[in-house]
């Protein structure tokens, strides 16, 4: 599948780091490095934009080697990226390490997944047909 791509920053366009790879790098586009205090939260641009075709979105998710080695995850985590939407792609950074964090120009940030989406339409019922689990919520199904 082809997506249209503007690519304004000063890094290569998003890949996949191998041929296994589900999502696509994307990088840090900023003039100077930004600190992250703990706790703290900072929405760091890409430089990119893109047009993905109807029936598609792309979800921003975190990279685990940042996680792992500086606490630094995504919030609202997978982030959507509709169809329609044209503007910059920014990704929303939180650090949960103790201590100050630094993200640089160039940092891969996050990874870009691609994904196909069904539309539905609401079938207004007066009753749902009953299954095992019934109404059991969080943890109804047991821990083995």
């Not at 109807?54 to 500086?70: D, T």
């Not at 169809?83 to 891969?108: H, P, T, W």
Request: charged share 20%.
């Amino acid at each position: 599948m082809k997506v249209k791509i503007v690519n304004k920053s000063s890094h290569p366009s998003p890949h996949y780091a191998t041929p296994g790879s589900s999502g696509l790098d994307i990088r840090a586009d900023i003039i100077e490095p930004i600190q992250f205090a703990p706790m703290e939260r900072r929405l760091i641009p890409t430089g990119i934009f893109i047009a993905l075709p109807i029936g598609y979105e792309a979800q921003v998710r975190p990279r685990s080697g940042l996680a792992l080695k500086q606490g630094i995850t995504c919030l609202n985590s997978p982030g959507t990226v509709d169809a329609d939407y044209r503007g910059e792609l920014k990704v929303l950074l939180i650090n949960l390490s103790a201590e100050m964090q630094v993200i640089n120009n160039g940092d891969r940030i996050a990874q870009l997944v691609i994904q196909q989406v069904e539309r539905i339409e609401w079938e207004e019922v007066e009753t749902l047909e009953e299954t095992i689990r019934g109404v059991g919520g969080f943890g109804s199904t047991g821990n083995h």
